[in-house]
């Protein structure tokens, strides 16, 4: 079993939908980040959380510490949020990544 | 600031060859790490460092090695290229506190 687990792994939505990415992991976490990998292939990093929500533009991302349990929300999609979304946690200067979710949004 | 840099963009290596990917940060992080990303499927961390003369390993170190002499450069040294090591190959930084990772752009490796 992954230490990282993302549903869905692929999504399509059309633009305006509200979007929910989900991440669980398996042991305790120093920090949760939550990344994004443009189709061309590019990695910038979104949040970096370690406890309750945080909020950039129309992205927010939740965590629950005790359910080992994050959400990446994005409002008001536009084609341009397509990308790959990846979730990752920090612990003890070790990073794992989830797989990914294919977010797909269309016109 | 540049950011993170990584060069070559591509490179194609026959089986048993040698090769150093170059990673180079202008933000005085501390922490820097190498990632492989097969095809679908997450990134693995290969190694990381803590700071300039500490290097340890990651999930995937076999048939890699690293070495950081100064803060801002890490290269990832390849001996004896395989076909297994056929990946996209990223280094990232990490800013103090480890709120935020910053990307390089990324080598696309192919081992024939």
């Known amino acids: 079993k992954n230490e990282v687990e993302q549903s869905p792994q692929n999504l399509t939505a059309q633009e305006g939908e509200f979007i929910t990415i989900n991440c669980s992991y398996s042991?305790?976490?120093?920090?949760l980040h939550w990344l994004q990998q443009h189709p061309g292939g590019g990695i910038v990093s979104l949040f970096m959380l370690s406890s309750g929500k945080k909020k950039h533009g129309r992205l927010i991302a939740t965590i629950n510490i005790q359910e080992k349990h994050s959400s990446l929300h994005i409002t008001a999609s536009h084609p341009r949020d397509s990308a790959v979304y990846i979730c990752a946690f920090y612990n003890n200067n070790d990073m794992r990544f989830g797989a990914g979710t294919r977010l797909t949004v269309k016109p | 600031n540049a950011g993170v840099t990584q060069t070559p963009k591509f490179r194609i290596l026959k089986i048993g060859q040698s090769m150093t990917l170059q990673c180079a940060q202008d933000m005085n992080h501390n922490y820097m790490y190498w990632y492989r990303q097969d095809p679908g499927m997450g990134l693995k961390l290969i190694y990381y460092s803590v700071g300039a003369g500490i290097t340890d390993k990651g999930e995937v170190p076999n048939g890699y090695n690293v070495s950081r002499s100064t803060t801002e450069d890490f290269p990832l040294r390849l001996e004896l290229a395989a076909p297994s090591q056929t990946s996209v190959y990223f280094c990232?930084?990490?800013?103090?506190?480890?709120?935020?990772?910053?990307f390089g752009p990324g080598t696309r490796l192919t081992v024939l």
């Open positions: 042991v305790g976490i120093s920090a």
């Open positions: 990232a930084s990490l800013s103090g506190g480890g709120f935020e990772q910053f």
